[in-house]
C-alpha cells in the first residue's frame, strides 16, 4: 500500500489513466495536473491546476512518458491549458521528491541537476523496456500492413539495432515469413542475430544493404538512414522509425524521393494503451513503496 504518499500526476496521455487507477487502489493521494477536461474521476485523486499543487508536500512527481520537451512543457492530452514543469515549481518540493519520466532530455537533466532532485528513467529499466517492446511489435505489424501493397512473409525487411525492442521486432518479422536481416555495430550483437538464424550485417554497409529492402525498421536514435542510404532504397520501401524523437531518418529526404517514412515513437500508447499504462504502472508500484518504506527516500 502507499498510504500515506502524496504524489503529483502531471500530464500525459491515456496510459496515464492505468498509473493513476492502480495508485489510486493503493491509498495514494494524487493531485493531477492536466486532467480537467478527464470526465471521470479516481477516489483519491484531485484534479487541479499546476499553481494549485502543494508542491511542498509532493513525495514524487510523475511525468508521461515523453517528459517534458526542451522549453519545460508537459504533454496534455486531457487539457487545453499550457503546463511547464519549472525550476521554482521543483525546488519548493522536499529534498526527497523522486521525479519519474519515461525518457529525459538536456532540459529535464539540467533540471534536476539544478534543483539536486532525483530522476528515474522508467524506459531505461530492461523490464519495461522488454515489457513495452510487446505492443510496440504489435504496432508495427499494424503499420507496415496498412502501408505496404506486399505481404510480410516473403518481404525483404532489414531491422537496425538489436537493442530489446530491435530484437523483439527482428524475431516477431522473422517468425512471420520474412526474410528479416539486422544491422548493428556491436560484434555480440552480430553474433546474437546469426544464433537467431537471422543475417548479421554492419551498419557500415547500410547503404548497400538497403538496395533490396521492402521495410526498414529502425530501432536507433540517431540519424542513420541518411540520404544515401534512402537514395540506395527501392521506390516502393517503407522506412517505419520507432526511436524517440527526432527519429533516426532524413525525413525531409526521403519524401523528396517519394518514399514513405513514418515517424512512430509511443506505439504502445497508441495501439495499445491500457496494457502500456499497465506495464508502467506495476514498475512504478514498486519504486513507489521503495520511497515510502525508505523513509521517503529513493536508494539509488
Do not use: W
Not at 169 to 186: H, I, P
Not at 286 to 300: A, C, F, P, T
Amino acid at each position: 500500500m502507499l498510504t500515506g504518499l502524496n504524489i503529483a500526476v502531471i500530464g500525459g496521455d491515456a496510459r496515464q489513466l492505468e498509473v493513476i487507477r492502480k495508485l489510486t487502489e493503493l491509498d495514494a493521494k494524487l493531485s493531477l495536473v492536466g486532467f480537467d477536461q478527464l470526465d471521470h474521476g479516481f477516489t483519491g485523486a484531485t484534479k487541479v491546476n499546476i499553481d494549485e499543487v502543494q508542491f511542498e508536500e509532493v513525495d514524487s512527481i510523475i511525468l508521461p512518458i515523453p517528459g517534458t520537451d526542451q522549453e519545460g512543457t508537459v504533454d496534455t492530452v486531457f487539457s487545453n491549458i499550457e503546463v511547464k514543469l519549472t525550476e521554482d515549481l521543483l525546488m519548493r518540493t522536499p529534498d526527497h521528491c523522486v521525479i519519474f519520466s519515461g525518457i529525459t532530455n538536456d532540459y529535464l537533466n539540467n533540471l534536476v541537476q539544478n534543483t539536486n532532485r532525483k530522476l528515474i528513467q522508467l524506459f531505461n529499466r530492461d523490464d519495461v523496456a522488454i515489457y513495452n517492446s510487446i505492443p510496440t511489435v504489435e504496432g508495427t505489424i499494424m503499420m507496415v500492413i496498412q502501408h505496404t501493397d506486399i505481404t510480410i512473409h516473403s518481404s525483404n525487411v532489414a531491422v537496425l539495432g538489436l537493442g530489446r525492442v530491435g530484437m523483439s521486432v527482428a524475431r516477431t518479422f522473422a517468425s512471420l515469413g520474412a526474410k528479416v536481416k539486422v544491422g548493428a555495430r556491436d560484434s555480440a550483437h552480430l553474433a546474437r542475430i546469426t544464433e537467431m538464424g537471422l543475417t548479421p550485417f554492419h551498419l557500415s554497409e547500410l547503404e548497400q544493404e538497403s538496395k533490396d529492402v521492402d521495410v526498414c525498421i529502425n530501432t536507433i536514435p540517431h540519424l542513420i538512414v541518411t540520404s544515401k542510404v534512402i537514395s540506395n532504397m527501392p521506390a516502393h520501401t517503407l522506412i517505419v522509425d520507432l526511436a524517440s524523437k527526432p527519429g533516426g531518418t532524413d525525413f525531409r529526404y526521403a519524401e523528396k524521393r517519394g518514399i514513405k517514412a513514418l515517424l512512430a515513437p509511443g506505439l504502445p500508447g497508441i495501439v495499445a494503451p491500457k496494457t502500456a499504462g499497465q506495464i508502467v504502472a506495476n514498475v512504478l508500484t514498486q519504486l513507489l513503496e521503495e520511497v515510502k518504506n525508505e523513509g521517503k527516500g529513493l536508494s539509488s
